[in-house]
C-alpha cells in the first residue's frame, strides 16, 4: 500500500542551528511534491512545491531537495528561530492538473531559545 | 480576496445524530479537497471535487459520510447518523490545478471540530 511518512518523534533543536525534516514514501511515483506548516489550531500553509524533474528548491531560509531515486525529499530550514516552531507537512501528488493530494504523517519541531 | 471558509467551527453532538459541515472555496477554484484529521494521527484525504464533480471519494469511511458540491462552489459534508469514532477536525481546501507555472498549492480553512458524544 501507498505510505508517506516522515520523523515519526518531535525534532527539538537549539535557535540559530539547521532544522532537517523527512519525508519518505512508498509504492509512489508522485509528480510533485508540496511542502506545509501547520500551527495548533490552523489549517496548514503552503511553503514549497518541488517537481519529479528538480533536485533542490530553495526560499529565502527554506530548502528542498527531492530523490526520486531514494524516494525521498528533506526539508531544511537554515537558521532556525523560535517563531520556525510548528508541525510540518509534506504533500504528494502522483500528477499535475486535476490531482489528488496526500499528506504524510507531519513532524512536530520545537526550536528552542 | 477571502480565504477558504468553514462552518461551523465547532460542533458537539451526540451519538446518532446528523452534523452537516460547510466549506466555501476561493472562488475560480476548481478543485475542492475534505480532508480529517483525527487526534494525534495525519490529515488524512477524503475526497475531491473537480467543479461539482467527485473526482475522487476513495478516503470516505463509509456510506454514513455524504458530500455534495452545489454547482463547483460551496461544499457540504454530511454525517448520519453520527459515531464517536468520526470526531476529528474536517479540514477543506481548495487550489487551482498544477498547471505551467501554478504551484497546486491547497488553501485551508481552519477546520471544523466535530465531537461526538
Known amino acids: 500500500s501507498q505510505k508517506i511518512e516522515q520523523n515519526s518523534e518531535a525534532l527539538n533543536i537549539q535557535e540559530g542551528k539547521t532544522a532537517t525534516l523527512t519525508c519518505n514514501y512508498t509504492?509512489?511515483?508522485?509528480?510533485?511534491l508540496q511542502w506545509y506548516r501547520q500551527d495548533p489550531g490552523r489549517g496548514p500553509v503552503f511553503l514549497l512545491l518541488i517537481r519529479e524533474n528538480e533536485k533542490e528548491k530553495r526560499k529565502e531560509r527554506l530548502k528542498v531537495t527531492f530523490d526520486t531515486t531514494l524516494k525521498q525529499s528533506l526539508f531544511h530550514i537554515t537558521a532556525s528561530q523560535p517563531a520556525d516552531s510548528a508541525t510540518y507537512l509534506c504533500?504528494?501528488?502522483?500528477?499535475?492538473?486535476?490531482?489528488?493530494?496526500?499528506f504524510g504523517t507531519g513532524t512536530k519541531l520545537q526550536v528552542i531559545p | 480576496e477571502a480565504g477558504v471558509t468553514q462552518f461551523p467551527s465547532h460542533s458537539v453532538i451526540e451519538k446518532g445524530q446528523t452534523v452537516t459541515l460547510r466549506c466555501d472555496p476561493i472562488s475560480g477554484h476548481d478543485n475542492l479537497y475534505w480532508y480529517r484529521r483525527v487526534m494525534g494521527k495525519e490529515i488524512k484525504f477524503l475526497l475531491h471535487f473537480v467543479k461539482e464533480s467527485k473526482q475522487d471519494e476513495s478516503g470516505m469511511p463509509n456510506n454514513r459520510f455524504l458530500a455534495e458540491r452545489t454547482g463547483g462552489t460551496y461544499s457540504t459534508l454530511k454525517v448520519q447518523p453520527a459515531e464517536l469514532e468520526d470526531s476529528g477536525v474536517y479540514f477543506c481546501a481548495s487550489s487551482q490545478p498544477l498547471f505551467g507555472p501554478n504551484t497546486g498549492e491547497l488553501f485551508f480553512g481552519e477546520g471544523s471540530r466535530l465531537t461526538v458524544l
Open positions: 504533500a504528494l501528488a502522483l500528477s499535475g492538473g486535476y490531482q489528488k493530494v496526500t
Open positions: 509504492n509512489y511515483s508522485p509528480a510533485y
